[in-house]
């Protein structure tokens, strides 16, 4: 399974968009890239997957370039219970990196 | 969505006792089910895949004696932690999913809360 790069943290205003990026550079052309979050002390919570195009859904949208190299999660307008640790997979086996811990501020 | 159960929440034993935690499945079939560990401040290590009526695949370095894991139905499957000691004191979640293995394909994950398993 392809390995993926992410910041470490990211602070984001309340009510603006929070941008996420992940690196996945040596993905395979039929690897999904999966989004998930985890609020402290609970089980990771699934956001988002997607193959190839952009999706979106009710909690947030999924952008992956053409080359499928990176991807970028974007939650439109974070509240404060947006503040968690996003963690950016790929591949059917979800290995999880040290994720992006966003803090939401007022 | 789907949703998968854990109990305990929360466990205090002593070190030497076994320790058995439920992870359940409560309004879908689950074909597979997984087990990590999370330390303080640390990512989820994935542990084990078990799939109903089969043995579970154990990550490299994770003792199979020490972590028995059963799925005896598409419900349920648990870990047991045998002659648990301080250092296996840690958050253990469960995920399980609708689909079997498929590694290269579309498998998303449901998972449980978790439970805090603390030695003394």
């Known amino acids: 399974d392809a390995k993926t790069t992410q910041p470490t943290s990211m602070d984001c205003a309340e009510g603006r968009a929070a941008n996420l990026p992940c690196n996945h550079s040596t993905i395979s052309g039929n690897e999904y890239v999966y989004w998930y979050r985890q609020i402290h002390s609970q089980g990771p919570q699934y956001i988002i997957h997607g193959l190839k195009n952009n999706e979106t859904n009710e909690m947030a949208s999924l952008i992956i370039t053409e080359d499928r190299k990176s991807s970028t999660l974007i939650l439109p307008h974070a509240t404060l219970r947006d503040t968690a640790v996003y963690y950016c997979?790929?591949?059917?086996?979800?290995?999880f990196g040290q994720g992006t811990e966003l803090s939401v501020k007022p | 969505g789907a949703v998968v159960s854990q109990h305990p929440s929360r466990v205090i034993c002593k070190s030497g006792t076994s320790v058995k935690i439920e992870c359940r499945s409560l309004d879908f079939q689950a074909t597979t089910m997984f087990w990590y560990r999370q330390f303080p401040k640390k990512s989820l290590m994935l542990m084990a895949t078990?799939?109903?009526?089969?043995?579970?695949?154990?990550e490299q370095g994770v003792e199979k004696d020490k972590f028995l894991i059963n799925h005896a139905s598409l419900t349920l499957s648990t870990l047991t932690v045998t002659s648990a000691h301080p250092e296996d004191s840690s958050f253990y979640i469960c995920?399980?999913?609708?689909?079997?293995?498929?590694?290269?394909?579309?498998?998303?994950?449901?998972f449980g809360p978790g439970t805090r398993l603390t030695v003394l």
């Open positions: 995920s399980a999913s609708l689909f079997a293995g498929g590694y290269r394909s579309y498998n998303e994950q449901f």
């Open positions: 078990s799939n109903e009526g089969s043995k579970a695949t154990y």
């Open positions: 997979i790929v591949g059917g086996k979800l290995i």
